[in-house]
């Protein structure tokens, strides 16, 4: 699994721009624009470079350890899979690309698209002096409206997007995203059971048009939770200095919460169970809540059982683990 921290490229080029930058006033533009998407807003509300980059500094972090996660999931399903090509839609300032680049070292080119001019602006110079990224192509227009245009890639990526769109066009991108993607699309978004809900519709149209589930579920049959319980998963990551400030915090880190999926045009070469929730390590056993294919189960590992609790001792919420189902 990929690091959830920024890569050193990424965060010399990110601090590089935030020299002079009001820590103040990059805390007061990102509240306002948090606020914007909650009330159902996109990213039209970022309007300037210093919107831009409060956003890059409040945001680019979480998005990024919840992209590796999920890109991390699939390499893991699909270890011989080596796209050449990302088409990463709804880009932003970049940010899942960076993720891409360091998910897939086969990756050789990369399409960002995006509407929002001022990110599209930052994303560019973000790469410009990067390994992999300097050469990357930024298209501009709406993920709705102009990706039918876009040529096809290996790896398709769309990161907190769908939930911008009304829900006629969310089913319309979905279709379109899959038709751009060659052999995968990795579709992330919050872990708010409203994300969680956007996923299943995804997850539901598009098996039903041949895709094949990689991550994190280990089968195309309908989703086994029960409302109000929701899948979603958790990534820690560390804050800066500067990401404690803009975010008015004082923990040292912050927890993710997101749901993906990973779709494939071939089925993974192995099912294995997912772990929807964080394991309770109690003295006499393991008890782990696991997705597998036959449904959700409860695993009780006893401590008597040496290996296997050593081994279960290991497991992580959003972990793909060998189960007995």
């Known amino acids: 699994m990929i ?5 050193p490229e990424l965060k010399a080029a990110l601090d590089a721009k935030l020299q002079g930058f009001s820590r103040t006033d990059a805390a007061q533009r990102s509240q306002k624009i948090s606020t914007a998407y909650r009330a159902g807003g ?11 980059l409060a956003y890059a500094l409040a945001r680019m ?3 990024y350890a919840a992209v590796a996660a999920s890109l991390s999931a699939l390499a893991e399903i699909a270890p011989d899979f080596a796209p050449e090509t990302l088409l990463d ?24 698209l995006d509407a929002n001019t001022v990110l599209s602006r930052l994303a560019l110079e973000l790469a410009r002096d990067s390994t992999r990224l300097a050469d990357c192509r930024y298209l501009p227009g709406d993920a709705a409206a102009n990706l039918a245009e876009v040529s096809q890639a290996d790896l398709v990526v769309a990161s907190y997007i769908v939930g911008e769109l009304a829900e006629s066009d969310q089913r319309k991108l979905a279709e379109t995203m899959w038709a751009k993607a060659r052999h995968a699309l990795v579709v992330i978004e919050p872990g708010t059971p409203a994300g969680y809900a956007r996923i299943l519709a995804l997850r539901q149209q598009l098996t039903e048009l041949g895709a094949f589930v990689a991550a994190p579920c280990p089968h195309e049959k309908s989703c086994p939770l029960v409302a109000p319980d929701w899948c979603h998963f958790s ?15 004082e923990v040292p880190f912050e927890d993710e919460r997101f749901i993906y999926l990973a779709l494939t045009r071939t089925p993974p070469a192995s099912r294995v169970a997912r772990v929807l929730a964080p394991p309770d390590i109690g003295k006499a056993e393991i008890t782990a809540k696991l997705c597998t294919k036959d449904g959700v189960e409860l695993a009780r590992v006893p401590r008597r059982d040496k290996a296997a609790y050593a081994s279960a ?9 060998m189960s007995e189902s």
């Open 3 to 7: 690091s959830p921290i920024l890569p």
């Open 42 to 52: 996109g990213s039209g509300t970022i309007k300037s470079e210093a919107d831009a």
């Open 61 to 63: 972090p979480a998005t």
């Open 89 to 112: 839609v709804g880009a932003g300032p970049g940010t899942a690309s960076w993720a891409a680049a360091e998910a897939f070292s086969s990756l050789q080119d990369f399409t960002l």
């Open 235 to 249: 990534q820690r990551l560390p804050r800066s200095q500067a990401h404690r400030q803009i975010k008015g915090a």
């Open 313 to 321: 001792r290991r497991w992580r919420w959003g972990d793909a683990v």
